[in-house]
């Protein structure tokens, strides 16, 4: 039995692996925020990875309290100047008609996956290789689970938006 001020047993629904939350943790100090995606989850700890990509292990009798947080929204992705779109396409080895779109509202409702690839660069999703820059994450035409796959990994590194290339992108792009 968790005791009465576990505030991570409190939160309802229960917490689980993926979702982000900003946590309130008690320190030598002061309280802190740790902002982030749930990695890891037992009686003793929340692991909380954040989006420079550290790890906090924080134990559950130092969380004093925690809330879930969207997907951050950024910037409007359809005013983005369109020779930093080219050249994140040619970087990421993508090309065709642009398509762009939030991150935020490609994921909003979604059940966030337990766990993404590993940090860094590029990731494949299926078929399709992704390029995580800054804000952006870019990739060619793919379904739309694939496009959903590289969002999440690339927002637990801080990318806001998302360019897909080719003949098609998922419902609520914009074509630039």
Known sequence: ??????????L??????????????????GPAEVLGFV??????AVGVIDRRGLEHVVPRERVRAI??????????????????LD??????????????????????????PVSVPPWGEWATFG???????????TLPSAPEDVVVAA?????????RSVQVRGDSAPEGFTRV
């Open 151 to 159: 969002a999440w990994w690339a927002t637990r590194m801080g990318a």
């Open 67 to 84: 809330r879930r947080v969207a997907v951050a929204l950024g910037r409007r992705p359809e005013s983005a100047p369109r020779d930093l």
């Open 39 to 44: 990695t890891s989850l037992d009686a003793a």
């Open 87 to 112: 050249d994140l396409a040619d970087r990421a080895g993508a090309s065709g008609d642009c398509w762009v779109g939030r991150i935020s509202t490609l994921l909003k409702g979604r059940t966030p």
């Open 127 to 137: 078929d399709a290789r992704a390029r995580f820059e800054g804000e952006w994450v």
């Open 1 to 10: 039995m968790q005791p009465s001020d576990d505030v991570v047993a409190a």
């Open 12 to 29: 309802s629904p229960a917490l689980a692996l993926g979702e982000r939350v900003s946590l309130l943790v008690a320190g030598e100090q």
